[in-house]
């Protein structure tokens, strides 16, 4: 019996882990670099939607910080971006960032 509840649990957070990798996958923003802060590791974007942090405006432009900063190494002021953020301790964080292609 306890051993079956435990296979369960294993199963239950499987699930929760793969559905939430899943979530994560769809959750790319979109944005425009509007200015890049390297020393600060920060960077501006103008951006639409960003569903998991509950951001349904348009065109709001707002300071993120980036999780590593080599990501402002990957994109220059004017860029088109797809980017992933998430709400941390020290503020609102860019996971991933990618040119639009
Ligand atoms: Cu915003």
New binding site residues.
């Given amino acids: 019996m306890k051993k079956r509840n435990f296979m369960a649990g294993i199963l239950a957070i499987s699930f929760a882990l793969s559905s939430a990798a899943a979530m994560a996958q769809a959750d790319l923003a979109k944005g425009e670099v509007k200015k890049i802060d390297e020393s600060a590791g920060k960077i501006t974007l103008k ?1 639409g939607p ?1 569903k998991n ?1 509950d ?1 349904d ?1 348009d065109g ?1 432009t ?1 300071v993120f910080r980036v999780q590593d900063p080599a990501m402002l190494k990957q994109v220059k002021v004017g860029d088109k971006v797809q980017f992933q953020a998430e709400r941390a301790t020290a503020g609102i964080t860019v996971t991933k960032i990618e040119k639009q292609k």
């Fill in positions: 951006h960003i942090l951001m405006e709001m707002m």
